[in-house]
């Protein structure tokens, strides 16, 4: 079945330097790629997306790229702040099913000054 | 309307009892989605509907869990006979037709089965 695999954490790095959180996913259909961000006492949001190969997703700061011969949607950012200490969740959709999210495990990043 | 609410926002209760949870989505939103969260994990997909018709159900939904949207409107989800394994975050989320269109999630009811 269609899956999603995302590296574990928790990640942590200090203020401005670079982060990358590793996705890789498992879809028998063509899927849209999501990052959702959970923010610590707040709920989901979501942070970007991609809907077909080698579109790149981008929103604060952050961006990851559709790579279809990889199977991957890492999630990159050049400098990462306080403030970007969060939980991130990779996720995918499928036209097929709906558009139920099927999300990995989530990585948990600490930003420290 | 701020986005999709979720009551209450938190729920104990005895194994064997039942509770009820309320989502209420975005208002133009036609389509709703029930997650569940356990510690550690990311979501995982419930239950799917489309105004009023409940399309897709997760095999996770046992026998005795039930949901409803009446109208197409707001949700409600019971678990009958809770146990401790239910104890989970149930996550709503919204979104509108279409697709692959943004899912507003709720903020959550973390529920713990004493």
């Known amino acids: 079945g269609d899956s999603v695999t995302q590296m574990e954490g928790p990640v942590t790095l200090s203020e401005e330097a670079f982060l990358t959180i590793n996705c890789t996913y498992t879809a028998t259909g063509y899927p849209s790629l999501f990052w959702y961000v959970q923010y610590p006492g707040e709920g989901l949001q979501l942070l970007l997306k991609?809907?077909?190969?080698?579109d790149k997703g981008s929103n604060k700061g952050f961006e990851a790229t559709y790579r279809k011969e990889t199977t991957s949607f890492h999630l990159e950012k050049g400098s990462v702040q306080v403030s970007d200490s969060a939980v991130y969740f990779c996720?995918?959709?499928?036209?097929?099913?709906?558009?139920?999210?099927?999300f990995g495990a989530g990585t948990r990043l600490a930003v420290h000054p | 309307d701020t986005g999709v609410s979720q009551n209450p926002r938190h729920k104990i209760t005895k194994r064997g009892q039942n509770v009820t949870f309320r989502c209420d989505p975005i208002s133009e939103h036609n389509r709703l989605y029930w997650y569940r969260q356990t510690l550690g994990q990311g979501p995982e997909f419930l239950t799917y509907?489309?105004?009023?018709?409940?399309?897709?159900k997760s095999r996770l939904l046992s026998d005795r869990f039930s949901a409803e949207r009446p109208k197409g409107s707001f949700s409600t989800l019971e678990i009958q006979r809770t146990e401790q394994g239910d104890s989970a975050m149930y996550l709503c989320a919204s979104s509108a037709a279409g697709g692959p269109y943004e899912q507003f999630f709720g903020p959550g009811t973390r529920l713990t089965v004493l």
């Open positions: 996720a995918l959709s499928v036209s097929g099913g709906y558009n139920k999210l099927i």
């Open positions: 991609a809907t077909k190969a080698d």
């Open positions: 509907f489309q105004n009023e018709a409940q399309l897709e």
